[in-house]
């Protein structure tokens, strides 16, 4: 096995040292040794001839220059061994001292390299100890303009493509960034200096014709000022008149307004209410009266609110309890006891109204009340809670980053209700109720894996199919749908499935 040089240099001591004549007397005998196949005289020898270029330098003799040819020697070596024996020791002696970093410089070390980094015929650990010689060189501390000329050979070698050569590439790529850090680029040509100086020119010229150009808009534009101000004179005349018009209509409007806003006192509203949160108890006849009531009730909230976008009655209508009565009804009431009345005036809570509105919603809990009526067995009923749902998770998308998972998604999961909208998609029960359970859950999983196969599968399969839909609602939000839920990796996989293009 080869001895691997000491990592210390071993100086010689005061008794042991040698004036210039004498170092320079031992280097043919130090040449002979490095040059040798024996690899403990080779390691003798370049220790040897170490020792004599640092004390030289400590000494401030100006001969330690001289050493280093042997080792450049050494380097080019297609010897791999004898190569790494030349670097350990150049590698050394470059971090141990500036003064001996400027000397193996003045030895013509960058001249060589350029040869040796072009020679295509050079072994590859010649490059590589080339290479990482400059390396060193650089961080220790060498002036960086000294390399400009090698930029070229190392762009060269940067850009090599062949895998066997993958290593000498990243590490002329590492230099030239180096370089580049210092500002060292390569050196322009006189051709390229003298294209600089014509475009240069030629950008003049360019910029005092747009200056002319400029000057002469400008005056245009002044020209055009001056016209528009008159035209505008007279306009305005006329503007006032009409202005006077359109605040009469305005105040037309707002009188409007307030008569729909407050088209239900508050007293009234808080009554129904109250009568929501009645429980059905009592004689038949008590029973059927408080069904009439909230009967009514409901009528009059689905007269005033449908297919109205009124956001101050709706918040009225949060702030009386009407809310909190809808939900006591869904939550206790006998499913055969919640007529289609009572569902579609909730429905109409959320439809037209805006995210602000279906937040307050929200806020009620409303989930597991509209998850209970997915029992009834009057298919309308049914059909208005997983509309409603899906109204109330639309504003969740809404108001959160797109990359982001659905805001609600939790408050359903802990209920159940991921599985029972899917279930209720199973069923088959109407068009409407499969197609808005498939909506609903494509919102609930955005940006988020659907770990059930068959609802990956399934639902994805039906969202694909329904942005070909008549209905310009459902095709529209099945293609929010399947790009909510392409937001995560395993779902788009099976989304792009079969050549499917999700749309933008």
Not at 292 to 314: S, V
């Amino acid at each position: 096995m080869t001895e691997q040089t000491s990592e210390s240099i071993r100086l010689p001591g005061p008794s042991n040292s040698h004036d210039e004549k004498a170092n320079l007397s031992e280097i043919p005998l130090i040449v002979n040794g490095l040059l040798s196949d024996d690899p403990l005289l080779r390691a003798h020898s370049t220790e040897h001839l170490m020792s004599i270029a640092l004390l030289d330098e400590e000494h401030g003799s100006a001969s330690s220059q001289l050493y280093f040819g042997p080792l450049i020697i050494m380097l080019e070596s297609s010897n791999e061994e004898k190569s790494q024996t030349a670097f350990d020791a150049l590698n050394k002696i470059i971090k141990k001292s500036v003064l001996l970093q400027e000397s193996f410089l003045r030895c013509g070390f960058l001249e060589i390299s350029r040869y040796n980094l072009i020679d295509e015929n050079a072994p590859e650990h010649v490059h590589s100890n080339t290479l990482s010689i400059i390396t060193e060189l650089i961080t220790n501390g060498v002036n960086p303009n000294e390399m400009a000329q090698l930029i070229p050979i190392l762009t060269k070698l940067g850009s090599e493509k062949d895998q066997k050569k993958k290593k000498i590439s990243l590490k002329a790529k590492m230099i030239e960034t180096l370089l580049a850090s210092q500002g060292v680029t390569c050196p322009l040509s006189s051709d390229e200096i003298q294209e600089l100086k014509r475009q240069n020119e030629e950008q003049k010229r360019q910029n005092e014709e747009l200056k002319r150009q400029n000057d002469e808009l400008k005056r245009q534009n002044e020209e055009q000022k001056r016209q528009n101000e008159k035209k505008t004179r007279i306009i305005q005349d006329k503007e006032r008149i009409i202005q006077d018009k359109d605040k009469e209509i305005e105040q037309l409007k707002r009188d409007n307004e307030e008569t729909i806003y407050f088209k239900i006192p508050m007293s009234v509203l808080i009554k129904i209410g109250e009568d929501f949160k009645i429980p059905l108890e009592g004689t038949e006849v008590q029973k059927r009266n408080i069904l009439e009531t909230q009967e009514k009730d409901a009528q009059l909230l689905i007269r005033t609110y449908e297919g109205i976008q009124d956001e101050i009655g709706r918040r009225r209508v949060i702030q009386a309890g009407i809310v909190e009565g809808f939900l006591y009804i869904f939550e206790n009431r006998e499913l055969n006891t919640i007529p289609i009345t009572i569902s579609y005036a909730f429905y109409q809570l959320t439809n037209p109204a805006s995210d602000e509105i279906k937040l307050l919603l929200f806020q009620k809990n409303p989930f597991p009340g509209l998850l209970r009526l997915f029992d009834h067995t009057d298919i309308d009923v049914l059909g208005d809670a997983i509309s409603a749902i899906n109204n109330i998770l639309l504003a969740g998308v809404n108001i959160t980053p797109m990359n982001q998972p659905h805001p609600h998604f939790e408050s359903i999961n802990t209920l159940g209700g991921v599985e029972k909208i899917f279930s209720l998609f199973r069923r088959n029960v109407s068009k409407h109720s499969k197609n808005s359970a498939a909506i609903c859950i494509g919102q609930l999983f955005r940006a988020k894996e659907i770990v059930d196969a068959d609802m990956l599968r399934e639902i994805i399969a039906h969202l694909k199919m329904l942005t070909n839909d008549p209905d310009d609602w459902v095709k529209t939000n099945s293609k929010f749908a399947l790009i909510d839920l392409a937001r995560n990796e395993v779902n788009r996989a099976d989304i792009e499935s079969g050549g499917f293009v999700i749309p933008e």
